[in-house]
């Protein structure tokens, strides 16, 4: 199956594009408005790795007067859900804006099948087999909801973030990816990680006391998944959610013994998670071959905005790094709790109130189907969570 999706990544064909970097405007209203939309710094200065709200304790040596920068109150974050978050109907509300419109006949020209039929119909089948391309295209639907909601809020966008899936559509938000490449990425992505993980085992959500010994566990879990015969027995951490919640991949013996025995040894609550198999795990790591290849195929620019990797919670540095780790990111853990620590980090001695911290704190727009995302930021960083914006899609 992974040499069939490979052989078919190997004919994927790349748009050329203007010698500009970004999206035309000649071919649909669309393309202008994703090219205005990766345009984000002020008269094109490139973004520095860290995080442009984050002052420095110390004030530098004189110096010229540098140009006014706008208060982190006027900056904003983004953040983009996944695989997972989709539901049907999805979108339905947005059509009336033109501009999404134009989105999901773009997305449905370049993918050969109708996005929003397939969003917004009556088929859950069919939307959990095409979600990754459904809920990529809804959540920048969502920004163009957003520009509506609050004029020039995504403009001000300095950084972005996306849970698994996410992070590809953040990538194309920063003009890093353009859209045409990034659908049919996320299209063989979807592909190759179900292929990977067929018949490979699951994914169980753990929510565990403070005492919770959770290397333990998922030791004891797999040794046990071993005794009961598992062709590849194992349990680790895929996503790790907020204190006291991780997402669990492991092999069928295993979740079932983190299920029955978990509450004895600090697990509050166990709960398969509706997924075809094990993803962001070793498991799933012959998806990456594939993927790396397809990236190697598209043209990849460095992020105009600083993107947070689930990977590592560090910023993607230019393009290479991009190309380096993105396919990685389907396989490795999704950093989660650390990716949003990263996000609204600030030095020591800046506060995030404003008290040495350069005043306010950054408005937070949560952008596609699915509440997890705001949901989980409160049990992270409450201050983010109050300065978050649900836009409902």
């Known amino acids: 199956m992974l040499r069939r999706l490979t052989a078919c990544m190997r004919r994927m064909r790349v748009d050329e594009r203007s010698a500009s970097g ?20 002020e008269g094109g200065e490139q973004m520095a790795p860290e995080l442009q709200w984050a002052t420095q304790p110390y004030p530098a040596r004189p110096g010229p007067r540098p140009a006014p920068r706008p208060l982190p109150r006027d900056h904003a974050v983004l953040l983009f859900p996944g695989e997972g978050s989709q539901y049907l109907g999805m979108g339905r509300q947005l059509m009336h ?13 370049t993918v050969k099948w109708d996005v929003a039929a397939v969003c917004q119909g009556a088929d859950a089948a069919a939307l959990a087999a095409r979600a990754q391309v459904c809920v990529l295209v809804t959540s920048l639907a969502a920004l163009e909801a957003a520009r509506e909601a609050r004029p020039g809020l995504p403009q001000r966008a300095r950084a972005a973030a996306g849970f698994s899936l996410g992070e590809v559509t953040a990538l194309v938000f920063a003009g ?6 990034a659908l049919r990425f996320v299209e063989l992505r979807q592909a190759a990680l179900a292929a990977a993980g067929a018949g490979r085992g699951g994914l169980a959500t753990l929510w565990l006391a403070p005492a919770a010994d959770l290397r333990a ?12 015969g598992d062709d590849e027995p194992f349990a680790e951490v895929a996503n790790y959610l907020y204190p006291g919640c991780k997402v669990v991949a492991g092999s069928e013996a295993a979740l079932r013994w983190l299920e029955a025995r978990g509450a004895g ?22 998806a990456a071959p594939p993927l790396r290849e397809a990236l190697r195929m598209m043209e990849v620019r460095d992020p105009r ?18 190309v380096r780790q993105l396919p990685l990111q389907a396989c490795s853990p999704v950093r989660w709790e650390q990716t949003l620590h990263a996000l609204f980090a600030r030095p020591r001695g800046g ?18 189907p699915g509440r997890a995302l705001r949901a989980t930021l409160k049990q992270v960083n409450a201050k983010a969570w109050d300065n978050c914006l649900q836009i409902d899609v």
């Open 351 to 368: 506060g995030a109130g404003g008290e040495g911290g350069g005043g306010g704190f950054p408005q937070v727009l949560a952008l596609g």
């Open 176 to 181: 890093a990816i353009d859209l045409e490449p």
């Open 22 to 41: 970004g999206i035309g405007a000649d071919d649909s209203p669309l393309r202008g408005m994703l090219a205005g939309a990766a345009q984000f710094g």
């Open 265 to 286: 040894r600090g697990v509050r609550r166990a709960a398969r998670v509706a997924a075809a198999g094990p993803l962001h795990c070793r498991a799933v790591r012959r």
């Open 97 to 109: 804006i033109p501009a999404v419109k134009d989105l999901y006949d773009l997305a449905s020209e």
């Open 217 to 228: 566990l998922l030791r004891d879990a797999a040794a046990h998944a071993a005794e009961q």
């Open 305 to 322: 905005i600083t993107v947070v990797s689930n990977v590592d919670a560090k910023p993607y540095r230019d393009a290479k790094h991009i």
